[in-house]
């Protein structure tokens, strides 16, 4: 049995025709950007909680900055 999480939202970046058979949309339809250069399009979200996402810069951990 998977334990649950507390966990509002997941992103992504990657292939738009994969992760939308998931329900992962777009991020910049709620505001939200990537700190990286990436693809409007490849920058993708579910959120997990309705309402718990604002908009905004999405800042990734500094282990992310070192790839």
Do not use: K, W
């Not at 509002?8 to 990657?14: P, Q, R, S, T």
Request: charged content about 25%; overall charge positive; aromatic content about 12%.
């Amino acid at each position: 049995m998977q334990a649950r999480r507390n966990v509002d939202a997941v992103f992504v970046v990657g292939d738009p025709a994969y992760y939308s058979r998931f329900g992962v949309r777009p991020a910049t339809r709620l505001g939200i950007r990537c700190e990286f250069a990436v693809p409007d399009e490849a920058f993708r979200m579910i959120e997990l909680r309705h309402g718990s996402v604002q908009s905004g810069i999405l800042r990734y951990q500094h282990p992310f900055h070192e790839m």
